[in-house]
């Protein structure tokens, strides 16, 4: 279908916050067409869990990954394809569970990828267990006496440890949303992008709606992003940090491009032995 839709049945609850974040795709992917970005050039990867249903939704060619594994599929997707531009969905529990050491490393080595984090702070496909985000005295079926774990801060946690572009989103705005996802996307850069969303048998939209805020400005430096992002109230939406650094592919590669220059295995073993000093 052209709408970027398929043809599978859509098996989230109705109301669930997922809408606004497929909605929002189906918004950016023609906008960054326009800007001349190909669709056959962008692919995508995610998780295991309701988030990751999206990737049965959304029209565009992927791998879909294990549950803890998007981050490591998107990075080898990046790698062996530097003309791409690489989503990947992921949640609460997959991203900064499971699949933490992953998202940490792709940040630390400005991967030239885009993580679209569901946070719905729960593990909603496997009915209701904690998540690293969690809030605090939240109850389930894992904490019937509520949580009493400290949830991470995502966003501070991303920008230390080196992601280039940090921003948290709503998805109940859908403008915001779109917009944030073409500016991710666009950037040179390992991209975070939270995206608040309930998830219908444990949240309700008003816990949202009455707590959101926008960043008053775009802090300029690292530091002060790290003292808003410590600082400001979870439900603060805007971007929070967006720099410059070499990716990881063009410190591995430079320009060296595998897809367009494919070494014959001569040339590599000749390579490696320029490495190794044997010649
Ligand atoms: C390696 C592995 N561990 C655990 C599971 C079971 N599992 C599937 S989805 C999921 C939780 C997903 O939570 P989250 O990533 O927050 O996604 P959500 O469903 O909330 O969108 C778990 C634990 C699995 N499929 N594979
Ligand atoms: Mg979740």
Redesign the pocket.
């Known amino acids: 279908m052209n709408n970027l839709k398929t043809y599978a049945e859509i098996t989230w609850c109705k109301g669930c916050g997922?809408f606004g974040i497929f909605t929002a795709l189906r918004n950016a992917i023609p906008k960054l067409e326009e800007k001349g970005i190909k669709r056959e050039d962008i692919v995508m990867t995610a998780?295991?869990?309701?988030?990751?249903k999206i990737f049965d939704y959304l029209n565009l060619s992927g791998l879909y990954s294990?549950?803890?594994?998007e981050i490591a599929t998107a990075s080898g997707f990046k790698l062996s394809n530097p003309n791409l531009k690489v989503l990947t969905f992921?949640?609460?529990?997959?991203?900064l569970?499971?699949g933490l050491a992953h998202t940490l490393f792709a940040a630390k080595r400005n991967m030239d990828i885009n993580m679209i984090l569901?946070n719905?702070g729960?593990?909603?496909?496997?009915t209701g267990?904690f998540?690293p985000l969690t809030q605090e005295g939240w109850k389930g079926p894992t904490t019937p006496k509520g949580s009493f774990e400290i949830p991470f801060n995502p966003i501070s946690l991303l920008i230390e440890v080196g992601a280039t572009f940090v921003a948290r989103c709503y998805a109940g705005d859908i403008n915001h949303l779109t917009e944030t996802l073409i500016r991710g996307i666009e950037h040179e850069g390992f991209s975070f992008i939270e995206i608040l969303q309930p998830?219908m048998p444990y949240h309700k939209w008003e816990e949202y709606r009455s707590e959101i805020e926008f960043l008053d400005k775009e802090p300029k430096t690292k530091e002060e992003a790290l003292t808003v992002a410590r600082n400001s109230h979870r439900f603060t939406l805007g971007v929070f940090h967006q720099a410059s650094r070499q990716v990881y592919h063009k410190g591995l590669y430079e320009d060296h491009n595998p897809i367009i220059n494919k070494l014959s295995r001569d040339a590599r073993l000749d390579k490696i032995r320029k490495i190794l000093g044997f010649k």
């Not at 998780?47 to 990751?52: D, K, P, T, V």
């Not at 294990?66 to 594994?69: A, F, P, Q």
């Not at 729960?122 to 496997?126: C, E, H, K, P, Q």
């Open positions: 997922n998780g295991i869990g309701c988030h990751a294990l549950h803890g594994r992921s949640g609460d529990g997959s991203g569970g499971e569901h719905n729960v593990y909603a496909l496997t267990q998540s998830a």
